[in-house]
């Protein structure tokens, strides 16, 4: 008995289809990839800000400092973006202008220790990252190829 496994159908990018398994499993990576991508950012950039005012020791508004202090260029478009007036991690990181008419940041002293854990260096890094998502592109390959093969041999077992 000679067992015949078939690559996955990719066909979907030309004959959309979506009930298709390939579909799923592809958005499913897509989510994954955007997922990863998201995490990077938080943990790496974002982390960076945090544990950056955090070991400068602004801890309130009597210690903050501007973003030059903090050893970033003002028109640097990601911290813009990050410390922005309507950005939810400005609930993490105050900002307050102070008698000179800067900007001043802070993280308040009753939330610092939570803020110190929540982002932490030690976590998810970009080589684990990319881990899971070899793993899960190896597991939807092997699942493409495996599950057409498994109901063919149904089909076979039951007729």
């Known amino acids: 008995m000679m067992i015949k ?3 996955p ?3 979907f990018f030309t004959n959309y289809d979506p009930r298709s398994l390939t579909m799923i ?5 897509i989510g994954i990839v955007i997922a990863s991508a998201a995490t990077i950012y938080r943990q790496l950039f974002l ?3 945090v544990r950056n005012v955090l070991s400068k020791k602004a801890l ?3 210690t903050a400092l501007t973003l030059e202090e903090l050893g970033y260029k003002k028109n640097n478009i990601f911290i813009k973006l990050a410390l922005r007036k309507k950005s939810t991690f400005r609930k993490t990181v105050h900002a307050e202008t102070n008698e000179q008419g800067k900007t001043v940041y802070y993280i308040p002293e009753d939330i610092s220790a939570r803020e110190e854990i929540r ?3 030690k976590g998810n890094g970009i080589a ?3 881990v899971g998502v070899i793993v899960f592109t190896a597991a939807a390959f092997a699942a493409l190829t495996l599950v057409p093969f ?3 041999e149904i089909k076979n077992i039951i007729s």
């Open 119 to 121: 982002f932490r260096k």
């Open 128 to 130: 684990w990252i990319a």
């Open 9 to 11: 159908d990719f066909s």
């Open 150 to 152: 498994f109901s063919e």
């Open 5 to 7: 496994i078939n690559l």
């Open 47 to 49: 982390g960076g800000i």
């Open 25 to 29: 499993f592809s958005a499913f990576l």
């Open 60 to 62: 309130s508004i009597d």
